[in-house]
Structures are given as structure tokens and as C-alpha cells.
């Protein structure tokens, strides 16, 4: 069965969490820090939703999906063996999150490319005054 929505509520009591960096309705971006605990934990043969609740967030709120998808997500970090990422420590171009400073900049060089795209458009459609608009 797939993840349901969190209410305001519920990304509200998320947020107030020193583990959780960000959420929205679907995802929820844990800190290195919690990764590198949860996956400790894990190898000491603590379950899922009980570390989970031991680091101070309602495993009711994750759910047993998220909180499985969690456990594969750490995994799968440790196998790679490039460490714990976050939305602060992974700021590797596209194929991961972004520092907020490297998120504008790269923001802004798509917004620049997209207006140079329209103006080029632009330019193609002036040239040939049968298209249609």
C-alpha cells in the first residue's frame, strides 16, 4: 500500500523533531545524525519502529512503510560507503539534495536557461509569420 499524505498536524509535531530537516505531505528528510543512529541501533538488532520511537518520533506518524522504506534507505547508504547524506552533508548536482545557498544558484541558472529558451522561441516564431500561435 503506498505512503498517505501526513496532515499539518502531523508535519508540524515531524518538524519539531531535531532529526527531521524537512517535510512535506509525502517525504521526510531525516539528518545524517538520525541515519547514523538509526543504522547503529539497527546492527545492534533494535527494530525499526523501536528506534524510531527511542529517537523521539511517533512511529505512528512514519508508519510501518516508511519506516521499512527507511531501513532499505539507510541500507543502501551504508553498501555505497560514501556515509550519511542530508539535505546538508549530499550536494552532489541533481541526483540529490542540495545545500539551500546551491539550491538558489542552481534555481537561478535554470530560470536564466528557461528565459533564454522563451526569447529564443520567440525569435523562431517571429521568422515565420504563417505559424500557427
Not at 539528518?31 to 523521539?56: D, Q, Y
Not at 510501518?64 to 539535505?87: A, C, P, Q, Y
Request: with cysteine; proline share 4%; hydrophobic share 35%.
Amino acid at each position: 500500500m503506498a505512503n498517505r499524505k501526513f496532515t499539518e498536524q502531523e508535519m508540524l509535531t515531524l518538524r519539531n523533531s531535531k532529526y527531521v530537516l524537512d517535510v512535506s505531505p509525502s517525504i521526510v528528510h531525516f539528518s545524517a545524525e538520525f541515519k547514523k543512529l538509526f543504522w547503529e541501533e539497527l546492527s545492534r538488532g533494535r527494530l525499526p519502529r523501536e528506534i524510531v520511537s527511542t529517537l523521539g518520533i511517533d512511529p505512528n506518524i512514519l508508519g510501518d512503510s516508511r519506516i521499512n522504506g527507511l531501513k532499505t534507505m539507510i541500507g543502501n547508504e551504508v553498501k555505497k560507503g560514501n556515509g550519511f547524506r542530508d539535505l546538508n552533508t549530499y550536494a552532489q548536482g541533481c541526483n540529490g539534495y542540495l545545500s539551500a545557498e546551491n539550491r538558489i544558484k542552481y534555481l537561478e541558472m535554470q530560470l536564466a536557461y528557461k528565459d533564454q529558451e522563451i526569447e529564443f522561441l520567440k525569435k523562431i516564431v517571429s521568422l515565420d509569420p504563417e505559424a500557427p500561435e
